[in-house]
């Protein structure tokens, strides 16, 4: 299965759970630690309960395109930080994002979109920009 990390919580007694799109699943014993929130997963899980409705994740590892965390935005350069910044920010402004786990789905979206971004027009790779006129559309 694959997905969004969306949240972690702790039920009542303790045990933690993961959001991975819009099911909650818990953590098998054997597992040491969850993925971050807001990365790309693969997970398997399992099923339990009395009707079985309940999940239980075996294992998981993050999708191999998606970003690594690595503490900072190593990835980006300045630009393309400057404009997750502004973008994040205009956004929390209008109040489209309201919480900070909105501001972290934002940031992995922008931060995937600009480092696999393709250009509209075919041959043309725009993940460098335009920088000859000749490349231009117009």
Same mark, same amino acid.
């Not at 953590?27 to 040491?32: N, S, T």
């Not at 693969?42 to 998981?60: A, C, H, Q, V």
């Not at 909105?102 to 480092?115: E, F, M, P, Q, S």
């Given at each position: ?29 054997e597992l040491q ?7 790309? #997963?693969?997970?398997? !899980?399992?099923?339990?309960? $009395?009707?079985?409705?309940? *999940? ?46 909105? #501001?972290?789905?934002? !940031?992995?979206?922008?931060? $995937?979109?600009?480092?696999? *971004? ?12 335009f920088d000859e ?6």
């Amino acid at each position: 299965m694959q997905g969004y990390v969306k949240a972690t919580k702790t039920t009542k007694r303790g045990t933690p759970m993961i959001q991975v799109g819009d099911q909650w699943y818990f953590k098998e014993r054997e597992l040491q630690n969850f993925p971050d929130v807001g990365r790309e #997963v693969n997970l398997e !899980y399992k099923t339990f309960g $009395d009707k079985g409705d309940m *999940r239980s994740i075996t294992s998981w590892s993050y999708m191999s395109n998606a970003a690594k965390p690595s503490g900072n935005a190593s990835s980006l350069d300045d630009n393309q930080a400057k404009f997750i910044s502004n973008v994040i920010g205009q956004a929390v402004a209008c109040k489209t994002i309201n919480d900070c786990q909105n #501001v972290i789905d934002w !940031y992995w979206k922008l931060h $995937d979109g600009l480092l696999n *971004r393709k250009s509209p027009v075919p041959g043309v790779d725009d993940r460098g920009g335009f920088d000859e006129d000749e490349n231009l559309p117009f």
